[in-house]
C-alpha cells in the first residue's frame, strides 16, 4: 500500500493500546497491596506483552519466509514464557 494506512494495522495498533493501558491500570491497582516478587512478575509479563506486540508487528510486515519463521518461533517462546 503506496503512502497510505492499513485499516487492520491501525485497529491491531489501538487494541494494543488499549490492552496495554487495561494492564497498566491494573498494575496501579495492585500495586499497593502486591508484594515485591509480585510486582517484579507483573514487570516481566508486561515486558513479555510488549516484546509480543513489537513482533507481531514485524511479523505483519515480514515477507522473507526465513524472517517469519524466526518471528514466529520468537512468538513461541514468549507465549510459552508468558505461561511459566
Known sequence: MAGGWDGDALAGQMEDAMERQQAAAEARQRKNSSTPEEREREAKLESLRLSRARILDQLSRAT????????????????TQAGE
Open 64 to 79: 522473507n519466509p526465513a524472517h517469519r519463521a524466526m518471528l514466529e518461533r520468537a512468538l513461541q517462546s514468549l507465549d
